[in-house]
Structures are given as structure tokens and as C-alpha cells.
């Protein structure tokens, strides 16, 4: 037995080295450029009734172990298919830059039916890692983003059209049964760290600049259930601003279609409306009765509750989102408030911009 084995192990060291060198040199000189031109044509193929256009431009593809591919120079590009006039400038699209991309697939899982891809992403000056499964049952996604930085992030920054400045983690947890979204469920949280907003000349939602706004911390935590996500707890009582919200999001196949109705209000300190000369006359001194030039803005002022604070109702789609004041208490859309609630702490008024509410809830259920 020995010596047949003796004999044989030649033979099998020469199959061993042709397979080594047949998968070296398929590793080596596959077409990677190829593989990369189907993949973008592939992720910027827009889905079905989609508002939004994708487009996915990689400037190199290549190896990442024998499992693995590495993409460099990645960049995600987002138009909102917003109409525009026959003057007016093409809409610039919103883009999402990814350094590197590394992505390894599972050869065993697609063994048992199952596409199985870890991933890697270094962006935004911070990680992104995470794991894809999908089969015919489900759609599984985790992922885990740590060191974010705010303002690399454009679509987030153009969202209030102001620098941002902070540090950002978060974690996603989704599951979709029959690989369908609306029936997801799952979490989302996210956290900021030293988040500031504004630089005294870029203006929030249009209205009026104001001076670097310190937010501190702001901690957002979220359920999602049958394709709708849910806050449980968004907010920050920073140095310069208390702030909270509430509301959902209606998840689409194209996340940036995804229907937004959320609720926020706000609440300058009396630290920071008496830090200058520029606060005092924009916001109001603290103690003083005269009315702030801030709110001579008249959507600003419609925004004004009578607890002090500030109200906004943001609604639509993710990639083109509508902001209204609203001085009422949350719309019942956005929270589990009964409507009997909802009139009691209003003190029975309807509140100034329910009809826009009504409305956005129209848009979306068509």
C-alpha cells in the first residue's frame, strides 16, 4: 500500500500544481474591465417606476484574495428626476464618493442556493462593513459605519444646503421576507458626535444664515416593520439647541423614493441667542419681548409654538424632500397619537399647516 501510494503522490503533486497554476492564471488575467462595465451597467439599470435615476461609475476593478473583487474611485450618483425649465440649469446630481470598495463572496452558501458578499467600504474619511445574504426566501443586509465624517456625506450635507461638521456611527439591521421592502423589518440607529451646523453665511432651509450652531450630541434610534421605519428616539439637548423628532419612512425598492413624513422641533439656548451682537439682534436677547428679526421670516414665524419652539413637517421623497412649518402639535401621521389626543393638546385648533399633511399623505398613498 505504501508503495503504491510512494508511486502516486508524483502524479498527484503534478495535479495539484496544474490546478495551482490554471487558478493563478485565471485569478491574473481575467477581464476585469469587462466585469467592471457589466457591473455598472447592471447597478444603474433604474428600477421599475422609479423617481429617481442612479448611475454607478467605478474607475478600477480588480482581484481581493481568490473569493474578492477591490473597486476603486467609486462614485453613486443621484438625480431626482426634479422637472426643470428650458432656461434653467441642469439639476447637478447629488453624489456618494467610495475611496475603496472591497466585496468577498461566499462560494459554500451559493452551493446551498444563497448569495452570500462581505463587504468592506472606506468613505467619507470613516468604515463601512457589512454583510449581504440573499435567497429565494429572504434578503438579509447588516452593516455597521464607524467614523463617518458629516460633511464628506453630500447628500446629507445638500439636504440643508450648510456645512456640517461632526463625527457619525451607525448600525442597520434588515431582514426582507420574499425579498420584497415593504415587508421589511428590522433597526436602524445612527449617532453624532461634536455635531455642528452652519458658518454664519449659508442659509438653513433657505430662510436665514445663521451663526455656527454647536448640536453636541444627537442620537437617533429606530424599528422598522412591514416597510416602515419608524423613529423611537431622535434628539439632542446640545450647548446650542434642543432638538427632537418623530415621524416614519416608507421604505421603496430605490431608497431614495422612500416616503418621508417626519415632525422636528427646535429651541435656540439663551446661551447662544445672547453669545453677540449677531444672535441677540437675529434670535432675540434672552428677557427681551421685542420680536426677533428671525422670525420676520414668514415661514419662520408660522413655525413659532406657543411653547417657544419651532415646528417643521418634512414630507416626500427622500430625493426631493418639502419642508413646511407647522406649529401644532405632531401631525398623527407621524406619531401613534390619537386624534382625539392630537385636538386636546392643541387646545382644539387645527394646527396652521395640517392641510399640507393631508396633502403629502395624498402624494403618498398615490
Known amino acids: 500500500m505504501k508503495e503504491r501510494l510512494r508511486a502516486a503522490l ?15 492564471s485565471a485569478y491574473w488575467a481575467f477581464p476585469y474591465d469587462r466585469l467592471r462595465d457589466r457591473l455598472v451597467a447592471e447597478l444603474s439599470t433604474p428600477a421599475k417606476g422609479a423617481r429617481t435615476k442612479i448611475t454607478v461609475e467605478i474607475d478600477e476593478l480588480g482581484p481581493h484574495w481568490f473569493t474578492g473583487l477591490s473597486a476603486t474611485g467609486v462614485r453613486v450618483l443621484f438625480n431626482s428626476g426634479k422637472p426643470v425649465s428650458a432656461n434653467a440649469e441642469p439639476e447637478k446630481p447629488a453624489t456618494l464618493e467610495l475611496d475603496e470598495v472591497h466585496a468577498h463572496f461566499g462560494p459554500l452558501a451559493k452551493l446551498l442556493g444563497k448569495t452570500k458578499v462581505s463587504f468592506w467600504v472606506r468613505a467619507f474619511g470613516g468604515e463601512i462593513e457589512g454583510l449581504y445574504v440573499d435567497s429565494e426566501a429572504e434578503r438579509h443586509v447588516e452593516a455597521s459605519a ?15 444646503g450648510i456645512p456640517l461638521q461632526g463625527v457619525l456611527q451607525g448600525t442597520l439591521d434588515l431582514t426582507m421576507p420574499e425579498r420584497k421592502v415593504h415587508k421589511a423589518s428590522g433597526s436602524l440607529a445612527l449617532s453624532a458626535t461634536d455635531l455642528a451646523v452652519g458658518d454664519g453665511e449659508a442659509k438653513i432651509l433657505d430662510t436665514i444664515a445663521l451663526p455656527k450652531l454647536n448640536v453636541g450630541a444627537l442620537d437617533l434610534d429606530s424599528e ?38 417626519l415632525y422636528f422641533r427646535f429651541k435656540f439656548s439663551d446661551t447662544y441667542r445672547g ?8 434670535l432675540g436677547e434672552p428677557g427681551s419681548s421685542t420680536p426677533p428679526a ?26 426631493l424632500p418639502r419642508f413646511d412649518p407647522y406649529s401644532g402639535s405632531p401631525p398623527s401621521s407621524a ?7 392630537t385636538a386636546a393638546s392643541t387646545g382644539g385648533k387645527r394646527p396652521a399647516s395640517r392641510g399640507a399633511a393631508s396633502a403629502a399623505t395624498k402624494r403618498e398613498a398615490e
Open 275 to 282: 453669545k453677540n451682537d449677531k444672535t441677540k439682534a437675529l
Open 10 to 24: 508524483p502524479y498527484l503533486g503534478y495535479v495539484a500544481f496544474y490546478l495551482f497554476t490554471f487558478a493563478l
Open 224 to 261: 422598522i416593520k412591514e416597510g416602515t421605519l419608524r423613529l423611537t428616539k431622535f434628539g439632542s439637548a446640545g450647548q446650542d439647541i434642543d432638538l427632537a423628532g418623530e415621524g416614519k419612512i416608507s421604505l421603496r425598492e430605490n431608497v431614495t423614493d422612500s416616503f418621508a413624513d
Open 335 to 341: 406619531t401613534s397619537a390619537s386624534p382625539a389626543d
Open 294 to 319: 428671525f422670525e420676520f421670516v414668514p415661514k419662520v414665524k408660522q413655525s413659532k409654538r406657543s411653547d417657544g419652539m419651532y415646528g417643521w413637517h418634512l414630507t416626500g421623497p427622500l430625493s
Open 146 to 160: 464607524k467614523e463617518v465624517v458629516a460633511n464628506r456625506v453630500e447628500p446629507l450635507r445638500g439636504l440643508l
